[in-house]
């Protein structure tokens, strides 16, 4: 049966039961996640972390990663949490699209995202662009990007296992 909360109604959610798949898709930055853990140390948790749930008992980590990490360093045993009922495709273009909204996303996370979708999913680069509410010409650079950073890090590379993860 379907969850009738809305999606602005938030619930007290364990830690334990949040995943963290797209973690991948975002850089860390340890000065920003130091922040987080100050004010989170400060003030307590002032804006829910947003989840989607996968199974019964287990939800994905959409948006809010820094918030979760801080949550974990100070021991908390759960974090006030949004939920939605997205797949995983959906969950990645929410991770993209809730932080746009406060800014947060790098280029390099949204090509992160789209490689993804492009390589993971099976999306074309037009089906990724109608998603994202962008142009295919948009997707197509952020497929690129990814592909040309990496062949320029293996090219200047003298350790051949460093480029076996390359694309």
């Known amino acids: ?17 949040i995943s963290e798949q797209f ?5 860390i930055n340890p000065q920003a996640d130091k922040a987080m853990l100050r004010s989170m140390e400060k ?7 947003v989840v989607s749930r996968m199974e019964q008992d287990r939800y994905e980590l959409l948006d809010a990663f820094k918030r979760l990490r ?35 996303i790098s280029s390099m996370e949204e090509t992160l995202v789209v490689h993804s979708l ?17 142009h295919k010409s948009w997707a197509c650079r952020r497929v690129s990007f990814l592909i040309i ?6 090219a200047s590379s003298t350790n051949s296992l460093a480029c076996s993860s390359c694309i």
Not at 1 to 16: K, N
Not at 118 to 131: F, N, R, S
């Open 23 to 27: 973690g991948h898709l975002r850089i």
């Open 1 to 17: 049966m379907a969850d009738q909360r809305s999606a602005t109604e938030t619930v007290e959610m364990p830690l334990t039961r």
């Open 43 to 49: 003030c307590g948790q002032m804006t829910p972390v």
């Open 118 to 134: 492009y390589h993971e999913d099976g999306l074309t680069q037009v089906e990724i662009a109608t998603l994202l509410g962008r």
């Open 149 to 154: 950073s990496c062949n320029e890090f293996c």
């Open 70 to 104: 801080a949550g974990r360093a100070l021991s908390l045993p759960s974090l006030n949490a949004r939920i939605l009922d997205l797949g995983i495709r959906a969950g990645k273009v929410a991770n993209m699209q809730l932080n746009w909204i406060g800014k947060s």
